[in-house]
């Protein structure tokens, strides 16, 4: 097997870093590389730059409007974006609802929201999860009752992320009430200004705004907003969580929050001596950067496989596993190289950080809480590890 980057695949990448360099605001990328939060209208900005230039759904086949990429050019892409310091792309339309659309939908609803989703028009939220309903999704209990040509929706969702930007959520409703509970799920399209729908901020552990609370009291949906046919959600919720476990690794990122320690660690000075020198910090780097390396190449075979139409089995929950893994390990490393530096300190006290920490380092308490949960979204760790032991073990 063939790791490294064909001829074609080297021009791409080159081509992807020109235009990084000429396309991605200043503002934008230092607020990334600074893990500053971003506003609704940079990431519109940055939505709107790579729509222009018909790289923002690059994996789309063309007659949808995207560039028909395979694996290996869109891990590429989102590897240059990571180097640059772009934005991470809110995934709920591009990466998830689009992929479902085309293979779901009617073609009405294709003809209807995909363009939107492009241009911008449409910001999507995803509406699985319940207070009772997560790791355990098939237990739902929001449920859609046909009346006339609509359902009526009563329920609850939550951990809605970036719900406060969005226009429509799709969601996962009850449409039958006995037999198996997969057997009784439909997937349905919800504007979010209908009535009866209430949304209501939760604040996580750093004290960041990036996920709600959506009731719904009697709201009323016309059954063409319905995606597929009816009771057969399950099927499309299972499509939807492979396309959001397989971006979930972020070796980009990893590597790109790496080399911004190792940097950390050449200037940061403890006991007269720089920290890369001394040994105990040195063989933890040295831990994480084995794993790293380690995990990149398992993603290059991966893609490799699937850029030849191979078949995935349990390997993205092997990823996504290893993925958040490294990831939250580096928050730890950055923790222990900024000491007094990385203390938590309430968001609203940004600017007494922003004076005792290195530069670009003022936000790693905030980082670090945070990516709690990235062992906990798109189907836990543990819930990982029962797949791949199923899988590889039985
Ligand atoms: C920041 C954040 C953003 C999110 N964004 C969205 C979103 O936009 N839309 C959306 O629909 N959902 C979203 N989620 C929800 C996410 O998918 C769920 O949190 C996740 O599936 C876990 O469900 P739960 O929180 O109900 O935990 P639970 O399912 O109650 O699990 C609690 C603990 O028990 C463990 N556990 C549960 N079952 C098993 C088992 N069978 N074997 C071993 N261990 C088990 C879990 O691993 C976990 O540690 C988000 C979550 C977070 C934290």
């Known amino acids: 097997m ?215 009291t009697n709201v009323r949906v016309p059954a063409a907003r319905q995606v597929g046919e009816e009771n057969m959600g399950w099927t499309i919720a299972k499509f939807l969580l492979g396309h959001e476990r397989t971006n979930i690794a972020g070796v980009g990122f990893s590597i790109q929050a790496f080399e911004q320690i190792k940097d950390l660690s050449r200037t940061v000075r403890r006991g007269g001596k720089r920290l890369i020198d001394s040994p105990l910090f040195a063989a933890r780097l040295a831990q994480v950067e084995a794993e790293l390396e380690a995990m990149k190449l398992t993603n290059l075979r991966m893609l490799s496989l699937a850029e030849q139409g191979g078949r995935l089995g349990a390997e993205p929950s092997m990823l996504k596993i290893k993925g958040t893994v490294i990831r939250q390990a580096l928050n730890d490393l950055a923790r222990r190289a900024l000491g007094p530096a990385a203390a938590p300190f309430p968001s609203e006290d940004l600017e007494g950080n922003l004076a005792i920490a290195p530069e670009g380092h003022a936000m790693n308490a905030a980082s670090y809480f945070n990516n709690r949960k990235i062992s906990i979204y798109g189907g836990s760790n543990e819930i990982q590890r029962n797949i791949l032991a199923k899988g590889m073990l039985s």
């Open 2 to 216: 063939d790791l490294s980057y064909s001829v074609d695949e080297q021009a791409f990448q080159a081509e992807v870093r020109a235009f990084l360099e000429s396309s991605l605001p200043r503002e934008i990328s230092e607020k990334v590389a600074n893990r500053r939060e971003l506003s609704k209208s940079d990431m519109e900005r940055w939505h709107a730059i790579l729509n222009d230039k018909g790289w923002l759904a690059g994996t789309w086949p063309k007659e949808f409007g995207g560039q028909a990429w395979g694996p290996v050019q869109q891990h590429i892409f989102e590897e240059e974006c990571c180097r640059a310091n772009a934005p991470r792309l809110v995934p709920f339309g591009i990466k998830m609802l689009g992929p479902v659309l085309m293979k779901f939908g009617s073609p009405d609803q294709q003809a209807e929201y995909l363009p939107r989703i492009l241009d911008g028009r449409d910001w999507w939220c995803q509406g699985y999860s319940e207070p009772g309903a997560g790791s355990d999704l098939a237990s739902l209990k929001t449920k859609a009752e046909r009346d006339g040509d609509d359902y009526m929706i009563n329920g609850q969702k939550t951990w809605t992320t970036l719900g406060q930007h969005a226009n429509r959520i799709f969601c996962l409703v009850r449409t039958k009430f006995d037999g198996k509970p997969q057997e009784g799920i439909s997937f349905i399209l919800v504007d979010l200004d209908t009535p009866g729908i209430e949304m209501r901020p939760i604040r996580l552990l750093e004290g960041g705004y990036e996920v709600n609370e959506v009731f719904f």
